[in-house]
């Protein structure tokens, strides 16, 4: 019996040493496993604030292109007049379009000058004369500028491009090719407003 209690003892004290490589072990699996996994977890959390980025961004876009075509169509019809009346009328639209938009991350103006326009997002404008015609240039000829134009007042829209760029791009390339979601998404707003038919330059001030 004295023989069995000290080689159970003996052999408790040659397994003994085994024990702490055994748990090294499973400690540096744990680190191994982290390792792999982490990359992984940081690209989805990534992908979930640029989700919430890109919704953010559409709305400044489209509020922003909103503020330049509610002013192109604002305080009288005459603003459409061909030549300087309509070229200043434009700029000012420009220039708002680009302050309405520069808390955005990715936006550029070369010279910081809104009222020389920006770079990202570009603006770009058209004109309808009438429900069902072709969006485009301003045609002299359509009487945009008429305040009292009959049957309906002619829209302007204005569109606004903005390059927006990702914190997590989502693509590989595979023989040269790019597989997945691109670095940067290219957001396209637009707004339209009716043309006023109030005429600024008839108004006798009081």
């Not at 009438?130 to 305040?147: F, I, Q, R």
């Amino acid at each position: 019996m004295y023989g069995d209690a000290k080689s159970e003892l003996m052999f408790r004290l040659r397994g003994s040493p085994a024990s702490p490589p055994k748990r090294r072990h499973r400690n540096g699996q744990s680190v191994l496993e982290f390792a792999l996994v982490a990359p992984l977890m940081i690209v989805m959390l990534l992908a979930v604030v640029d989700v919430a980025r890109v919704y953010t961004t559409m709305v400044n876009v489209e509020s922003a292109a909103r503020e330049a075509a509610d002013y192109g169509t604002t305080y009288g019809a005459g603003k459409w007049q061909a030549g300087a009346p309509m070229d200043d009328n434009v700029v000012e639209m420009q220039k708002r379009a680009c302050v309405a938009s520069s808390n955005l991350p990715d936006y550029q103006d070369a010279d910081a000058d809104p009222s020389n326009g920006c770079q990202n997002p570009s603006f770009a404008y058209c004109v309808t004369p009438t429900d069902g015609a072709t969006c485009g240039p301003l045609n002299p000829a359509d009487g945009c500028e008429v305040p009292t134009r009959t049957p309906q007042p002619c829209t302007v829209t204005v569109t606004l491009t903005y390059d927006f760029h990702l914190f997590a791009p989502l693509n590989v390339e595979f023989f040269g090719v790019r597989i997945g979601f691109p670095s940067t998404i290219n957001i396209q707003r637009d707004s339209t407003f009716a043309i006023t038919d109030i005429d600024l330059s008839t108004v006798t001030p009081p």
